[in-house]
């Protein structure tokens, strides 16, 4: 019998030991193989969209569907923008504290912005309270540049991040709580790992902080800012797709902020998430 080389079984255990600090913290998973239904979440696990004030169960239709050829599996397709947004309960999958509040968000996303988008702006995914003053983080691509910008931003409380009440075009880069891309590595015959990472937000014994990474590495970090939130904990979301048009897979959050390393071993997996609940 053929016994492993020593480097190989090294390459191994650190390996295995990395996937099962990974495991750590993973609250929420949807790996949309045919259900729009969370797999994994420390809160309820139905995916639902507003419609006339209410809230409903997600259905396929014109603006969303099912597709073969995800990043692992199948995956969510926005053929064009419109109305439907998937959300999600997470007050516990995100972990949301008043005092204080790390978290991390994963998604894979396929799509070349300057040809599938609409014009205005586009957010794949945000996390939203019960009021967008209060708090607002989003994924985004600017509505009025060529080519358009990818944006990760983190809004605090509406009079901090913007004492004047001006647009948020308005406001200099270097004011706006965000990271930017100006040429980011999206395109409609690859799938793009975008992470973002909050750190400590809510937590004034010390500085708080927030992390953008693309295809497991670290792109940018939001510091410097007073990153205080008021959200009600009872309504904390993730929403998917508004004025989204493209494929989006494999969409996971952590109750605790992942660092460089995790990051860079969680776009590795060959399985994505899944690899991590066997």
């Known amino acids: 019998m053929r016994i492993a080389p020593v480097a190989t079984l090294l390459l191994f255990s650190v390996g295995c030991a990395a996937d099962e600090g990974l495991r750590r913290g993973l609250t929420f998973h949807a790996p949309f193989d045919g259900k729009f239904d969370a797999t994994l979440s420390a809160d309820d696990p139905a995916s639902r969209v507003r419609a006339g004030g209410k809230l409903a169960p997600v259905t396929p239709g014109p603006d969303l569907q099912f597709a073969e050829g995800g990043r692992f599996g199948g995956c969510l397709v926005f053929p064009k923008k419109g109305s439907t947004r998937p959300e999600f309960t997470a007050t516990k999958s995100l972990a949301y504290g008043t005092t204080s509040w790390s978290t991390t968000v994963s998604v894979w996303l396929k799509l070349n912005p300057d040809n599938d988008l609409e014009p205005g702006y586009c957010d794949p995914v945000q996390i939203v309270g019960d009021d967008v003053k209060k708090g607002f983080i989003f994924l985004e691509w600017s509505k009025d540049h ?38 980011a590595p999206f395109a409609s015959d690859r799938w793009t790992h975008v992470v973002f990472v909050l750190d400590r937000i809510n937590d004034h014994a010390a500085p708080p902080k927030a992390r953008l990474h693309v295809d497991g590495r670290p792109v940018g970090v939001i510091r410097g800012h007073d990153l205080t939130f008021g959200w009600d904990p009872a309504t904390v979301r993730l929403v998917l797709g508004a004025a989204y048009v493209g494929a989006l897979d494999d969409f996971a959050a952590w109750d605790r902020a992942l660092s460089d390393e995790e990051i860079a071993r969680l776009h590795a997996l060959p399985g994505g998430v899944d690899s991590l609940r066997r």
């Open 146 to 183: 060529a080519p358009r910008h990818f944006r990760f931003a983190v809004r605090p409380l509406f009079h901090i991040w913007n004492p004047d009440a001006v647009g948020w075009e308005q406001i200099p880069d270097e004011r706006r709580p965000m990271v930017k891309m100006e040429k």
